[in-house]
Nanobody, 120 residues
Framework: QVELVESGGGLVQAGGSLRLSCTASGRTVSRNAMGWFRQAPGKEREFVAGITWSGSSTYSQGSMKGRFTISRDNAKNTVYLQMNSLKPEDTAVYYC?????????????WGQGTQVTVSS
């Protein structure tokens, strides 16, 4: 079993930056692809960024492109999301997830989420 715990959320002014962390416990996720998702009030959860176990990354083609960077430290069992030039529309609960090693696109484990609020 894997437990994911996010941290680093908070309140920031527009144009500011935050770095989210997601640390796994229970077993290593060094061979799992990891991802960040977000859910704004009244909206569906959406994909933000993903990273393979070897460090290859993919990003949403939406408004986050070019402002967010995903990275990982397998030795620390931790994934990061660096968010720059934040906008009020980035306000959401941000979740990290671990992808199934057996079936691509299936996210087996989820964190509890961390709130990011961007004020204008």
């Amino acid at each position: 079993q894997v437990e994911l715990v996010e941290s680093g959320g908070g309140l920031v002014q527009a144009g500011g930056s935050l770095r989210l962390s997601c640390t796994a416990s229970g077993r290593t996720v060094s061979r799992n692809a990891m991802g960040w998702f977000r859910q704004a009030p009244g909206k569906e959860r959406e994909f933000v960024a993903g990273i393979t176990w070897s460090g290859s990354s993919t990003y949403s083609q939406g408004s986050m492109k070019g402002r967010f960077t995903i990275s990982r430290d397998n030795a620390k069992n931790t994934v990061y999301l660096q968010m720059n030039s934040l906008k009020p529309e980035d306000t959401a609960v941000y979740y990290c997830a671990a992808e199934s090693r057996a079936v691509a696109g299936v996210w087996n484990y989820w964190g509890q989420g961390t709130q990011v609020t961007v004020s204008s």
